[in-house]
């Protein structure tokens, strides 16, 4: 059964109530009409109890709005949902992406992730070729998705709402990396889950990176709010020494700066004991949280993003396959994750509204019980990056 608006109904129960789903819930295929964001295909979910949320279907099939009964819980960047044919990927120094950079859920992949730089290129068959250039989180993020199938599924009296497609990032000499993602929520439920598989559909070994920057903005995320994640050691932060003279640390959130310059921290997270990683940020204001769930085995990396830059107000919970070192130490550490051919990785991301004291009070708990994060709002960087287990070297390479 569905719990809506306080009552726990049937199939047949909800059919006497209303003459079509759409009244209450569902997802609905739209294109947007204006300014950078003209010809986007969008999905909007609603699932009844107040979550609504948007998938950017020429965007990666990622995140784009999120608000929970009016109340915003997705980042708007000034930049907007650009469209995929404006964006100039190798633009302004590899840091064109930032153009394009807003939403909810950003895919960064598939086979690079975090700054630009040049990388080796012995996956590409062409003689003429020694490196190549990588912008900054990939060029995934910004590929338009074959959307494959999208509707409210009935299982018994249990309905699920869900969209599927498929993303091809791929070249001639290169790499041919799909991304093929199903998005689920359940009618009357408040958590998102996104479950994803990279499978590289080409004929050699191909380099695979990927994390989710899932970017929280106001109201959830203002002045008073906290981080909360089973932080077992504070590994590295870019610009670590300047933090403290900024006044802001990895805990809490200040009202918005004119001058803040972004603060980026990894942390070394621990997992439950069935391998899942929770981390969230709580507004008791509001009563109101926002979790972000996956598991250490396939994201054993996670970073968190501070940028509370007045009007860019934003905080990013990022896990991930790889240290922030990087492609080149990915490579030369012997953990880069190469695909060979019809090989697969597969992730699993759900997204949780976490609704009054109690369910705050609850995630608060089960993640302490992980790992207590440290009381220090600077604690010293221990400057140690475990062994990212399970990655081996290519079989072959041209």
């Not at 930049?79 to 992406?97: I, S, T, V």
Request: hydrophobic share 40%; glycine share 12%.
């Amino acid at each position: 059964m569905s719990d809506l608006h306080g009552r726990k109904l049937t199939r047949r129960e909800l059919a006497a109530r209303m003459g079509d789903l759409a009244q209450v819930a569902g997802v609905r295929l739209m294109t947007l009409g204006d300014g950078v964001e003209r010809g986007i295909r969008m999905l909007e979910f609603r699932t009844g109890a107040g979550l609504r949320f948007t998938v950017l279907v020429d965007r990666a099939l990622d995140i784009a709005d999120c608000e929970y009964r009016g109340q915003a819980i997705g980042w708007n960047s000034p930049a907007g949902f650009r469209h995929p044919g404006l964006h100039d990927y190798e633009g302004e120094g590899g840091l064109a992406w930032l153009r394009s950079f807003s939403g909810l859920l950003v895919t960064c992949g598939l086979d690079h992730i975090l700054g630009p730089g040049d990388v080796p290129a012995e996956g590409y068959n062409y003689p003429g070729r020694s490196t190549q250039r990588q912008s900054l989180h990939g060029r995934v993020g910004t590929i338009p998705a074959r959307l494959t199938g999208y509707g409210e599924a009935w299982e018994g009296e249990t309905c699920v709402l869900w969209a599927e497609g498929m993303v091809r990032q791929a070249t001639v000499f290169g790499e041919d990396l799909h991304l093929l993602r199903r998005i689920e929520a359940d009618l009357g439920g408040t958590e998102i889950r996104v479950r994803d598989r990279v499978v590289n559909r080409g004929f050699a070994p191909t380099p695979h990176m990927l994390f989710y920057h899932v970017n929280l903005g106001w109201p959830l995320l203002d002045e008073g709010a906290r981080y909360l994640a089973p932080i077992r050691d504070v590994i590295w932060a870019a610009h670590g020494a300047a933090y403290a003279a900024q006044g802001v640390g990895y805990r809490g959130v200040p009202a918005p700066r004119e001058n803040f310059r972004e603060q980026v921290w990894q942390h070394e997270a621990g997992a439950d004991p069935d391998g899942l990683c929770p981390v969230a940020l709580v507004n008791e204001r509001l009563g109101l949280g926002f979790e972000v769930e996956t598991r250490k085995d396939e994201l054993p990396c996670l970073y968190q993003w501070q940028n509370f830059q007045a009007g860019h107000y934003a905080l990013g919970i990022e896990p991930s396959t790889h240290h922030v070192l990087g492609d080149l130490a990915a490579r030369e550490r012997g953990e880069m994750i190469w695909l060979g051919p019809d090989e697969s990785r597969s992730y699993r991301l759900t997204l949780r509204v976490l609704d009054g004291a109690a369910a705050i009070g609850a995630a608060g708990r089960r993640i302490a019980a992980i790992a207590r994060q440290p009381d220090e709002d600077y604690p010293a960087l221990s400057g140690i990056f475990p062994a990212l287990e399970g990655r081996r070297p290519p079989r072959s390479l041209p």
